[in-house]
């Protein structure tokens, strides 16, 4: 195993933006009256805000983890991830989050109740904690352990993860949803800049794109669209899996779309879920190439560990590393003093982003779509302190769980093949209940408990059974046309909802027409679809060149 040492400068940078942090926490925490603030930030956020806070969230460390060595290992296939995501914000800004701002809502799975009923609410929300806790703040406390680790050998994985999650959450239990969005704005900034040096300085270690091209030998590593045979991500997945897996991390899932509910009005949130589709597009060149770089300064080798082929990589010191090390390996191996350190404080910043914002989702969902069920006269004060107490509950989870995740092959794989077993039933509800009135609570309930038994299934085969099931995306996808079918079957009994109830949280063409007439006395740039037709046409050129 690789490991650096950090020079006095450079550690003194990241104490510096540790404190930083904290303090910022304590005082937004100052400021909070009630619920709303504490968990939406008193509605009243702007687009700039919004967007970076949206991507930090994101694009925390198990994603420069986890994205550079998809680059290094796949190929840039794994951008399709984030190409998608442009399509996915701009279809929640048009049909979904209108409705999510209109009805005034809590949190996303509120929206499944006043479709619905209760049980559907409480079923996404149950979905959602697991999820969150599982794939954001577990998988982000162990790839922020895997950096420290390289600094700090002498300690345990499970000891650095365990300082690390006590910081976040000291700042998060303190400050609320506020904190979380302000120090995303600022951690985004240094995301973009730190991640971008790298990738500069790899360029410049390396000689140039001709030596990467060169030690890969395989055009298809620079393609993003893979052939139908790729066994990582063939081109139909893409609008199959992929498209699933980002409808639901950006259009349902309340770790993402809580900062968009705390929009001060609709036009802000969409104009803020645009802008961090245009950030999205950079992921390409500041944390995909990266890994491809890798391949010439550190030559992949496959070795055999426990009767297995494993992909493995040649560090500076001559020793053998994980794929999920080549990121943080990097930043040692190429930064100089003082901007080491800026950049490790972009790392942790990226880090204490995803964590917060997973602390402070999985309280918003267990306080409002639980306890106040369960107390519907409790103050926004007794509530404000449940949020603290499960943020704290969480935190010790998942500091139990974060270690178990390096037995995966790739932190990717972990991070894609845990939401693609729980998503689907989810997605299914969602578009189901807001495109279309035929459908009702019958469905939705034989959706959730066939969804469920498909979803146990799956991981059974695949966990224990050790069943060679087809490409996890496709299989995914047809997961969700299974609930979908099942959805629209078992509505045709049970009774369906007044349609004056339904007109409320079901999209028609009506609400298309009427916006249409309201964006036409602002200017085109401030008017979202035209900026949504940009974003698409910039992506398309991307693609055509990749």
């Not at 426990?306 to 053998?320: H, I, Q, R, T």
């Not at 190429?334 to 910043?349: C, E, K, Y």
């Amino acid at each position: 195993m690789e490991t650096f040492n950090i020079s006095n400068l450079d550690f003194g940078i990241i104490i510096f933006y540790l404190i930083a942090i904290i303090l910022l926490g304590f005082y937004f925490g100052s400021k909070h009256e009630n619920a709303e603030d504490y968990f939406l930030a008193g509605r009243n956020l702007t687009w700039p805000i919004i967007g970076f806070s949206l991507f930090a969230s994101n694009m925390s460390s198990n994603s420069l983890v986890g994205l550079a060595g998809a680059g290094y290992k796949d190929g840039f296939s794994v951008f399709s991830y984030e190409w998608m995501a442009v399509l996915v914000l701009i279809i929640f800004a048009v049909f979904f989050l209108p409705f999510y701002l209109r009805n005034k809502i809590f949190t996303i799975p509120e929206y499944l109740e006043r479709r619905y009923s209760y049980a559907v609410r409480a079923y996404a929300s149950a979905i959602a904690i697991i999820l969150n806790i599982l794939v954001d703040i577990a998988a982000t406390l162990y790839a922020g352990g895997l950096v420290i680790n390289l600094i700090f050998p002498q300690f345990a994985l499970w000891q650095i993860i365990l300082v690390l999650a006590i910081i976040a959450g000291i700042y998060t239990i303190t400050g609320g949803l506020s904190s979380v969005m302000y120090t995303d704005a600022v951690q985004a900034v240094i995301l973009i800049l730190g991640s971008a040096l790298v990738s500069y300085m790899a360029y410049n270690a390396i000689g140039g794109w001709g030596a990467a091209v060169e030690e890969i030998a395989n055009p298809a590593h620079f393609n993003v669209m893979k052939p139908i045979d790729d066994e990582v991500m063939p081109w139909p997945s893409v609008f199959t899996g992929v498209l699933l897996l980002g409808f639901y991390f950006w259009g349902t899932n309340q770790y993402i779309t809580q900062r968009t509910l705390a929009s001060k009005n609709i036009r802000q949130g969409q104009w803020g879920a645009i802008f961090a589709g245009f950030l999205k597009l950079s992921i390409l060149f500041i944390m995909i190439f990266p890994g491809a770089f890798a391949r010439v300064l550190y030559p992949m080798k496959t070795v055999t560990e426990n009767g297995e082929e494993v992909v493995k990589a040649l560090g500076p010191s001559g020793s053998l590393m994980n794929i999920d090390q080549i990121f943080p390996t990097m930043l040692f191996d190429l930064l100089p003093t003082g901007i080491l350190g800026i950049v490790l404080a972009g790392m942790i910043a990226a880090m204490m982003s995803s964590l917060d914002s997973g602390l402070n989702s999985v309280s918003t969902l267990f306080t409002m779509d639980f306890v106040k069920k369960l107390k519907p006269n409790a103050d926004s004060k007794s509530l404000m302190k449940t949020g603290r107490i499960v943020t704290f509950v969480v935190m010790i989870i998942a500091i139990v769980w974060a270690p178990q995740i390096g037995t995966f092959d790739k932190l990717w794989d972990y991070l894609q093949n845990t939401l693609a077993w729980f998503c689907p039933p989810i997605v299914a509800l969602f578009v189901m209940g807001l495109f279309t009135k035929r459908v009702n609570n019958t469905g939705a309930l034989a959706s959730i408990v066939v969804g469920t038994i498909i979803m146990i299934v799956i991981i059974y085969l695949q966990m224990v059974a050790g069943a060679e099931l087809p490409n996890f995306l496709y299989v995914a996808f047809f997961h969700f046309l299974a609930c979908c079918l099942v959805i629209f079957g078992f509505s045709l009994m049970g009774t369906h909802k007044p349609d004056a109830e339904l007109a409320k949280v079901v999209w028609s063409s009506t609400d298309f027409k009427n916006e249409t007439v309201s964006l036409k006395d602002i200017p085109w740039y401030k008017n979202y679809r035209i900026q949504a037709l940009l974003l698409m046409a910039l992506t398309a050129v991307i693609l055509l060149v990749y």
